[in-house]
T-cell receptor, first 115, second 116 residues
Framework: AQKITQTQPGMFVQEKEAVTLDCTYD???????LFWYKQPSSGEMIFLIY??????QNATEGRYSLNFQKARKSANLVISASQLGDSAMYFC????????????FGTGTKLQVIP | GAVVSQHPSRVICKSGTSVKIECRSL??????MFWYRQFPKQSLMLMAT?????????EQGVEKDKFLINHASLTLSTLTVTSAHPEDSSFYIC????????????FGSGTRLTVV
């Protein structure tokens, strides 16, 4: 069974600085995908970025990028130039094998951006 | 883009009553809907998967008779919390795969249920 681990329950970052949120996973599948979602205090889940296991390059979406290290089974999210609006919970998510299936979420990291 | 509309956003009900939560896909057909539950400061836990026209699949430990899920059409899935108790108070959120994208999921905005 797939397993996702986020070891940082909380993180602080100074505004305009970069921050890395850790995520490791365990799977025996060869083909898979990983997501990162942001959940502000309002509760909505906001899709940030997706990485496929066979993607040759690390995914990037604006200020978000993934440091994907397949051999180490890690997919860390890097947020550059942090903004106050980035303060939220961040979840790494891993679909069960076999296409778009039910998703397992990590325990989450609460990021607080300090002015 | 794909939108899932979830209602109500907040509901307070008395213990012993039932509450229905609706998730509608507005601009796409959702043959599958995932229902999650989230306690404060915790992660999302999958409760069940509903598929249009068939019975829902519940995760281990989730009471089928308490959390009734119906997926009556390609655009509507509902979760009914029956005989609600204070321990059912939680944040409930639905999610549908975005057909055609291969990997996208669209989430509803969530329902905060408080049972008093």
């Amino acid at each position: 069974a797939q397993k996702i681990t986020q070891t940082q329950p909380g993180m602080f970052v100074q505004e305009k600085e970069a921050v890395t949120l850790d995520c490791t996973y365990d799977t025996s599948d060869q083909s898979y995908g990983l997501f990162w979602y942001k959940q502000p205090s309002s509760g909505e889940m906001i899709f940030l970025i997706y990485q496929g296991s066979y993607d040759e390059q690390n995914a990037t979406e604006g200020r978000y990028s993934l440091n994907f290290q397949k051999a180490r089974k890690s997919a860390n999210l890097v947020i550059s130039a942090s903004q106050l609006g980035d303060s939220a919970m961040y979840f790494c998510a891993f679909p069960f094998s076999g296409g778009y299936q039910k998703v397992t979420f990590g325990t989450g990291t609460k990021l607080q951006v300090i002015p | 883009g794909a939108v899932v509309s979830q209602h109500p956003s907040r509901v307070i009900c008395k213990s012993g009553t039932s509450v229905k939560i609706e998730c509608r896909s507005l601009d796409f057909q959702a043959t599958t809907m995932f229902w999650y539950r989230q306690f404060p400061k915790q992660s999302l836990m999958l409760m069940a998967t509903s598929n249009e026209g068939s019975k829902a699949t519940y995760e281990q430990g989730v009471e089928k008779d308490k959390f009734l899920i119906n997926h009556a059409s390609l655009t509507l899935s509902t979760l009914t919390v029956t005989s609600a108790h204070p321990e059912d108070s939680s944040f409930y959120i639905c999610s549908a795969p975005q057909t055609g994208s291969g990997y996208g999921y669209t989430f509803g905005s969530g329902t905060r249920l408080t049972v008093v």
